[in-house]
């Protein structure tokens, strides 16, 4: 099954309850502005604030390369400043969070041709920025549609009440996973005293987003063990057995997910399959047989606590830099801070205390 245009929003209308409508470029997919920013993130997505070189902030909102390790890549954080964090990016470009977001799938055939449709296109369209591209490359295998498979992945693991990302640091050696799913039990009983994203899974990045968007939640989230999941995404080929088994090898992750439109076979019985009907256009998921058997030579415990500090980073992205340093001092009684200091910092500070100041921010 090869995802274009038409099969993009059939996918949608299988799954999801938003509103499909018709532009003058295509069928498109009304998101309120939290989720259509996710999208962009995960899938990238271009807002059409310029019709030659669209905004995503895919690759924006990293933090590290590499798991256990706590330097930084330019991204959220430059050194020890916050730099491309939600909050900052609303007060320069608040059309992101404004109002509700139309994703329109776009098969591109030449790069020529998409610049005159989108510039005929923005210049008759009232507002530009309420509209996403997501571009369907037709001269790639597989349309190049990778990251909507990780986005329908990480949505259907949000559900089942996992935190999920895409493109997941692990290490350099190894390569980076299309797909990672968390259960850390510590981290949600400390989001559920503070009553928020405690009903059901969320996006990693929804911990940046607090101070955005209303996160409250008065359902609390069925217990869970402590769980870490991996998955492959390909559209273009169906050979994934060599690199999940990579990822499984380092004993950090319960199972493997072979990701394709198309693959409903699994190629070992540690691995689950998550591919689309294709009649029904309805998602297909086939959990693995058993739980990896590696055991590899890492820690599943130091990961835990790792991935806690991972994750009280993108809570701290909440704030701007005058917020984080009054934060530091009223903690530590100092304002300047090297990028160590700050590592140290958050890996002594609770996520309670971090989401207690974030809230003052309000």
């Known amino acids: 099954m090869e995802i274009g245009s038409k099969e993009c929003i059939r996918i949608f209308k299988a799954n999801f309850d938003w509103e499909i409508i018709d532009?003058?470029?295509?069928?498109?997919?009304?998101?309120?502005?939290?989720?259509?920013?996710?999208?962009?993130?995960?899938?990238?997505?271009?807002?059409?604030?310029?019709?030659?070189?669209?905004?995503?902030?895919?690759?924006?909102?990293?933090?590290?390369?590499?798991?256990?390790?706590?330097?930084?890549?330019?991204?959220?954080?430059?050194?020890?400043?916050?730099?491309?964090?939600?909050?900052?990016?609303?007060?320069?470009?608040?059309?992101?969070f404004n109002?509700?977001?139309?994703?329109?799938?776009?098969?591109?055939?030449?790069?020529?041709?998409?610049?005159a449709t989108l510039k005929e296109f923005y210049s008759c369209t009232k507002n530009p920025t309420d509209y996403l591209i997501l571009r369907i490359e037709k001269s790639k295998k597989g349309n190049g549609m990778e990251g909507f498979m990780e986005y329908l992945v990480s949505e259907f693991f949000k559900t089942k009440g996992f935190i999920v990302e895409n493109q997941i640091p692990l290490a350099h050696a190894i390569g980076s996973p299309d797909f990672g799913g968390y259960h850390l039990t510590q981290v949600f009983d400390s989001l559920k005293k503070h009553g928020i994203l405690s009903n059901k899974g969320f996006h990693i990045i929804e911990l940046s987003l607090l101070r955005l968007f209303d996160s409250s939640s008065d359902v609390l989230q069925k217990e869970m063990p402590n769980a870490t999941i991996v998955g492959e995404a390909k559209t273009s080929t169906t050979i994934m057995q060599k690199q999940l088994n990579k990822y499984l090898e380092t004993g950090l992750f319960e199972f493997g997910i072979e990701i394709h439109p198309s693959k409903s076979k699994p190629s070992s019985d540690e691995f689950a399959t998550f591919s689309i009907d294709p009649t029904t256009f309805k998602i297909i998921y086939n959990p693995s047989k058993v739980k990896s058997v590696y055991t590899g030579k890492y820690s599943k415990s130091d990961y835990y606590c790792w991935l806690e500090d991972y994750m009280k980073f993108y809570l701290l992205a909440n704030l701007d830099n005058d917020e984080l340093s009054n934060f530091y001092f009223e903690v530590t009684s100092n304002r300047r801070?090297?990028?160590?200091?700050?590592?140290?910092?958050?890996?002594?500070?609770?996520?309670?205390?971090?989401?207690?100041?974030?809230?003052?921010?309000?």
Do not use: C, R, W
């Open 23 to 96: 532009t003058k470029i295509g069928q498109g997919v009304v998101m309120p502005p939290k989720e259509a920013f996710i999208f962009s993130i995960v899938t990238g997505a271009g807002y059409l604030d310029n019709p030659l070189y669209q905004f995503t902030p895919k690759g924006l909102m990293k933090l590290f390369y590499n798991a256990f390790d706590y330097k930084f890549v330019s991204g959220i954080f430059e050194n020890a400043t916050l730099k491309h964090t939600p909050y900052i990016l609303s007060k320069v470009k608040p059309f992101l």
């Open 99 to 115: 109002g509700s977001k139309i994703i329109v799938p776009v098969e591109i055939e030449t790069e020529l041709k998409l610049q």
């Open 337 to 362: 801070f090297s990028q160590i200091d700050l590592v140290n910092f958050i890996k002594s500070v609770s996520i309670d205390k971090l989401v207690n100041f974030i809230s003052k921010k309000k």
